[in-house]
C-alpha cells in the first residue's frame, strides 16, 4: 500500500521535476562519487599490504569522520540556509551565510584537534591486535591535524551547493581525487624519490588533495561573476542574527551527525572487537557499502538545497515535487549496485585481496578466512540498499524545509537502536559476525519508514513554510 502511494505520483511538468533535481544532484553525486573513490582507493592500495592497513585506515578514518561530524553537520545547515535566501532573492546574503560558516569552522578547528585522546581511549577500548592498533592511532592522528582543510572544504561546497552550482564542488572533488591517487601510489608504496610510509602515506595523500580542492574552490567563490552577483568579496563582517539562525537550525543537525556516524562507527567497533577475521570481513563490506551509500548523500544535499529553495520562494508543491523525483533517481541508481552485490560479491571482494608479493603469509590467510563471510554479507546488504534512499531524501527534504529537530532525534534512535541490536546478536546470543549482520539489516530497512510518514504527515509545511 505504502509502494502504491509512491507510485500514484503524477509526471511532473514544474519545478521539482526529475530534470529539475539532476541538474542539482548529479554533480553532487558525481562529487560524492570521488570523495568515495578516493577513500576507496586508500583502502584498496593498503589492503595490498595487508588486511590489517586496510582495517587500520577504515577505523581510524570513521574515527575522524566521528569527531568531526558535530562541527560538519552544523556547518552543513548552510546549504538550506543559502538556498532559502537564493529562493527568496536576498542573494547578499548568501555570500554572508558562507562567511559566519567560515569563521564557525575556524573557531572549531581547535575543538576537532582536541579529541585526538578519546580517538586513542576508543582505540583501546577494542583490544585490537597490535598490527592494527598503531597504524590505525597513526591515521586518525594525521587525519585530525588536517581537519581544518576539511571543514574548510565543507563551507565551500555548502556555498555552491545552496546556490545550486553544484558543478563546481564535482570538478574540485574530482581534481581532488586525481591527486590523491597519485600522491598515495607514491607515498604509500615509496615510489619515485619518496620513502614507503604505508599507512601514513594514506593520511597525507588524503590532505595533499583535499588542499587542492580548497585552493580551487576559493578561486571560484572570488571569480568575477560571484562577486558581482554575490558580493563575495565586499562583506566580512560578523552578522550575528545570521549566526543565530545558522546555530539554531545547525545544532541539531551536527547532534544528529555525531550520533549517527558515532553509531556506524560503533557498529564497526563491534564488528572488529570479534577478532581479525571478522574484522576483515565487514572492512570489506562496508568499504562497498561506502560505494553504494555514499553518493546518495549527493542527492540529500540535493533535496535539502531544492526544498530550502522552494520554501523560502514559498512554493510547496514544488518541494513536494522535488523529493519524490529524487527518490525516482535514487532508486535507479540503487538498483545498479544491487545486482553488483548480488551476482558478483565473490569479484567485489577479491579486489582487496593483499599482494602475494609484498603482504605476509598470515595476511594472506586471514584474508581467505574471511572471504565467505564477505561474500554473504554483500548479499545481505542488497536488502537495506532500496530503503535507505527513502532514508537519505526524506532527511534531506525535511532539513531543507527546517524540521532539523525531529530529522535528529528520528536518526540517532533508528542508527542506536541498529547497533544495539548488533550488539546483542554477537555479543549476548554469540553469533557469529554474518549472521549478526542479518539482524542489523532487518531492523535498519523498516526504519526510514517512519522518515516517510514525517514527511506525509504535512507538519514540516504547517509549521515552517507558512512562516517563511
Not at 561530524?69 to 535566501?85: D, E, I, P
Not at 549482520?437 to 535498519?444: E, F
Request: proline content about 3%; some cysteine.
Amino acid at each position: 500500500m505504502i509502494l502504491n502511494s509512491f507510485l500514484q505520483q503524477p509526471k511532473f511538468k514544474k519545478n521539482g521535476d526529475v530534470k529539475d533535481v539532476l541538474a542539482v544532484a548529479l554533480p553532487m553525486l558525481l562529487s560524492m562519487s570521488f570523495d568515495t573513490f578516493m577513500t576507496f582507493i586508500d583502502r584498496l592500495f593498503l589492503s595490498k599490504l595487508g588486511p590489517c592497513e586496510m582495517n587500520a585506515a577504515l577505523g581510524g578514518g570513521g574515527t575522524q569522520i566521528v569527531m568531526m561530524n558535530l562541527f560538519v553537520g552544523v556547518l552543513s545547515y548552510a546549504t538550506a540556509l543559502t538556498a532559502q535566501r537564493l529562493g527568496a532573492k536576498k542573494e547578499k546574503d548568501c555570500s554572508r551565510v558562507c562567511v559566519q560558516s567560515l569563521y564557525l569552522s575556524l573557531f572549531c578547528i581547535p575543538l576537532v584537534i582536541a579529541t585526538i585522546p578519546f580517538g586513542y581511549f576508543l582505540f583501546e577500548m577494542q583490544d585490537l591486535i597490535p598490527e592494527q592498533m598503531e597504524p590505525q592511532k597513526l591515521y586518525f592522528r594525521i587525519l585530525i591535524l588536517g581537519s581544518g582543510l576539511m571543514l574548510v572544504r565543507n563551507v565551500l561546497a555548502n556555498f555552491f551547493s545552496g546556490i545550486g552550482e553544484a558543478k563546481i564542488v564535482m570538478k574540485a572533488a574530482f581534481v581532488a581525487m586525481v591527486v590523491n591517487i597519485v600522491a598515495n601510489y607514491f607515498l604509500i608504496f615509496g615510489k619515485g624519490p619518496f620513502p614507503a610510509l604505508g599507512v601514513a602515506g594514506a593520511a597525507y595523500g588524503t590532505l595533499i588533495g583535499t588542499f587542492v580542492s580548497v585552493v580551487m574552490l576559493f578561486v571560484v567563490y572570488f571569480s568575477r561573476r560571484n562577486r558581482e552577483r554575490f558580493c563575495t568579496a565586499s562583506d566580512f563582517r560578523f552578522h550575528f542574527e545570521i549566526m543565530k539562525e545558522l546555530l539554531k537550525r545547525g545544532i541539531p543537525c551536527g547532534i544528529e551527525f555525531f550520533l549517527n556516524m558515532f553509531a556506524f562507527q560503533s557498529l564497526l567497533f563491534l564488528f572488529h572487537g570479534l577478532g581479525a577475521v571478522s574484522a576483515t570481513a565487514a572492512s570489506v563490506m562496508f568499504n562497498w557499502d561506502m560505494v553504494a551509500y555514499v553518493p546518495l548523500m549527493g542527492l540529500e544535499i540535493a533535496s535539502t538545497s531544492l526544498v530550502g529553495r522552494y520554501v523560502g520562494a514559498k512554493q510547496g508543491a514544488a518541494a513536494k515535487r522535488s523529493t519524490f523525483s529524487g527518490l525516482k533517481l535514487g532508486w535507479g541508481y540503487s538498483l545498479i549496485i544491487g545486482i553488483l552485490f548480488i551476482f558478483m560479491p565473490g569479484v567485489l571482494t577479491d579486489i582487496f585481496k593483499p599482494d602475494v608479493a609484498t603482504a605476509t603469509a598470515e595476511s594472506i590467510a586471514m584474508f581467505e578466512a574471511a572471504r565467505p563471510m564477505s561474500i554473504f554479507m554483500l548479499r545481505i546488504a542488497i536488502i537495506y540498499i532500496f530503503v535507505e534512499v527513502l532514508l537519505v531524501i526524506y532527511a534531506g527534504a525535511l532539513r531543507g524545509a527546517g524540521d532539523t529537530v525531529w530529522v535528529m532525534f528520528a536518526s540517532a534512535i533508528m542508527n542506536w537502536t541498529v547497533t544495539g541490536a548488533l550488539f546483542l546478536a554477537a555479543y549476548v546470543f554469540d553469533a557469529p559476525a554474518h549472521h549478526a549482520w542479518i539482524a542489523v539489516v532487518a531492523l535498519y530497512g523498516t526504519a526510514p519508514l517512519f522518515f516517510w510518514w514525517r514527511w506525509r504527515s504535512g507538519k514540516w509545511r504547517r509549521h515552517v513554510l507558512e512562516k517563511t
